[in-house]
């Protein structure tokens, strides 16, 4: 136990050192079985210790303090399937209203107020009344929000959670 | 429940008992994630199924008809509440 929790210190003192590694690096510099790092990798991002974030071909890790707060908030919207996909329509089609974001999650009205409202409160998107109706537009670092769209991919697991939860919201 | 492990009704049984697990592990990290009341009634009905076949694979005489249903009609409740039953939502002004 002992041995094993201070392969995890070694393996989170070296993502921290070298923020972005990826799984071959930390094998070939810290010498240890690809099991094991693979087991501890597992356990840092169960506890939040670090952030996995896919690049082409290698996923890389990051200390999760090495990640901004402004980082972390994005990866935790990004998490949630339906409001991703939210934003993704969005940063296409700026100023859509909520009855456009409803046909395109295929979710109800109600439920798309419910996810907007989420993604408003966290200062992802600026909603604008005109009339009776409301349009959103994606506030904040689109080149940012991009580049960890493109890099992040939810594990199956919390694909179907997102997807069970969404059933009932 | 017969001894033999190979009988397809057996087989079917525990298949039942672990995707009620597998469910009830899915809906207990869904909550997790986004702490819908709604999951934690699912998850509890996921569980109700699991220990349905638990009860029927380690205690096979001793269990009661009446617990079977009733665990049946409490799981059938659960999801009905979860599906029925929604948190009240603001919908005042955002409705286009």
Same mark, same amino acid.
């Given at each position: 136990?002992?041995?094993?929790?201070?392969?995890?210190?070694?393996?989170?003192?070296?993502?921290?050192?070298?923020?972005?590694?990826?799984?071959?690096?930390?094998?070939?510099?810290?010498?240890?079985?690809?099991?094991?790092?693979?087991?501890?990798?597992?356990?840092?991002?169960?506890?939040?210790?670090?952030?996995?974030?896919?690049?082409?071909?290698?996923?890389?890790?990051?200390?999760?303090?090495?990640?901004?707060?402004?980082?972390?908030?994005?990866?935790?919207?990004?998490?949630?399937?339906?409001?991703?996909?939210?934003?993704?329509?969005?940063?296409?089609?700026?100023?859509?209203?909520?009855?456009?974001?409803?046909?395109?999650?295929?979710?109800?009205?109600?439920?798309?107020?419910?996810?907007?409202?989420?993604?408003?409160?966290?200062?992802?998107?600026?909603?604008?009344?005109?009339?009776?109706?409301?349009?959103?537009?994606?506030?904040?670092?689109?080149?940012?929000?991009?580049?960890?769209?493109?890099?992040?991919?939810?594990?199956?697991?919390?694909?179907?959670?997102?997807?069970?939860?969404?059933?009932?919201? | 429940?017969?001894?033999?492990?190979?009988?397809?009704?057996?087989?079917?049984?525990?298949?039942?008992?672990?995707?009620?697990?597998?469910?009830?592990?899915?809906?207990?990290?869904?909550?997790?994630?986004?702490?819908?009341?709604?999951?934690?009634? *699912? $998850?509890? @009905?996921?569980?109700?199924?699991?220990?349905?076949?638990?009860?029927?694979?380690? +205690?096979?005489?001793? %269990?009661?008809?009446?617990?079977?249903?009733?665990?049946?009609? *409490? $799981?059938? @409740?659960?999801?009905?509440?979860?599906?029925?039953?929604?948190?009240?939502?603001? +919908?005042?002004?955002? %409705?286009?």
């Amino acid at each position: 136990m002992q041995i094993q929790d201070s392969n995890r210190v070694r393996i989170l003192a070296f993502i921290k050192a070298n923020p972005g590694t990826h799984l071959r690096k930390i094998k070939r510099e810290l010498n240890l079985a690809m099991g094991v790092i693979q087991y501890h990798l597992y356990r840092l991002e169960r506890e939040r210790s670090i952030l996995s974030v896919r690049h082409g071909l290698y996923k890389r890790f990051y200390a999760d303090k090495a990640l901004g707060a402004q980082d972390r908030e994005i990866l935790n919207i990004l998490s949630q399937e339906t409001e991703r996909d939210l934003v993704l329509y969005l940063i296409k089609n700026p100023l859509a209203s909520q009855k456009e974001l409803s046909e395109f999650a295929r979710i109800s009205a109600s439920s798309t107020n419910w996810h907007m409202g989420r993604l408003s409160r966290a200062g992802f998107v600026q909603p604008r009344r005109e009339g009776g109706f409301v349009f959103y537009t994606v506030s904040g670092d689109l080149a940012r929000i991009l580049a960890l769209l493109r890099s992040y991919h939810p594990r199956v697991w919390e694909r179907w959670a997102e997807r069970l939860a969404d059933l009932l919201a | 429940m017969s001894a033999s492990p190979t009988d397809p009704t057996d087989l079917l049984e525990i298949g039942r008992g672990i995707f009620a697990l597998i469910l009830f592990s899915l809906s207990l990290y869904a909550w997790s994630r986004r702490r819908q009341p709604a999951l934690i009634m *699912v $998850a509890a @009905a996921f569980l109700l199924f699991f220990m349905k076949t638990l009860l029927d694979y380690v +205690l096979p005489s001793t %269990t009661e008809d009446v617990v079977r249903v009733g665990i049946d009609f *409490v $799981a059938l @409740a659960l999801f009905f509440v979860a599906i029925v039953v929604r948190p009240r939502r603001d +919908l005042g002004k955002g %409705t286009s």
